[in-house]
């Protein structure tokens, strides 16, 4: 059973940072590729960047330069380092798969039917 559990949100100030963090199990992490996406109140999910199983990254334009994904696939877990928040950035954060590889070869993540969203973990930037 595929199970994704992000973590390491919470309320941030504009301007400050967080890493979140997913715990993947149920199937081979190293060879998959993974994205982070993000919901915002009232509207719709937003890709926020990808990672393949090369670690190659990419991101969102809306993100690319303040935040940084990565992965360490010993401990099965993706990770997104988010610098210099702006209040536009409050949503909730979830980790998914990408098996079809969708972002490395259209640089842009589109999740398939195949494809598992995890759990997860709210991020609110408030003065």
């Known amino acids: 059973e595929v199970q994704l559990q992000a973590s390491g949100g919470g309320l941030v100030q504009p301007g400050g940072s967080l890493r979140l963090s997913c715990a993947a199990s149920?199937?081979?992490?190293?060879?998959?590729?993974m994205a982070w996406v993000r919901q915002a109140p009232g509207k719709q999910p937003e890709w926020v960047s990808s990672i393949d199983s090369g670690s190659n990254t990419y991101y969102s334009d809306s993100v690319k330069g303040r935040f940084a994904i990565s992965r360490d696939d010993a401990k099965k877990t993706p990770y997104l380092e988010m610098n210099n928040l702006k209040p536009e950035d409050t949503a909730l954060y979830s980790c998914?798969?990408?098996?079809?590889?969708?972002?490395?070869?259209?640089?842009?993540?589109?999740?398939?039917?195949?494809?598992?969203w995890g759990q997860g973990t709210l991020v609110t930037v408030s003065s």
């Open positions: 998914a798969t990408d098996f079809e590889r969708v972002a490395r070869y259209f640089g842009k993540y589109n999740p398939s039917e195949n494809d598992y």
């Open positions: 149920g199937f081979t992490f190293g060879s998959v590729d």
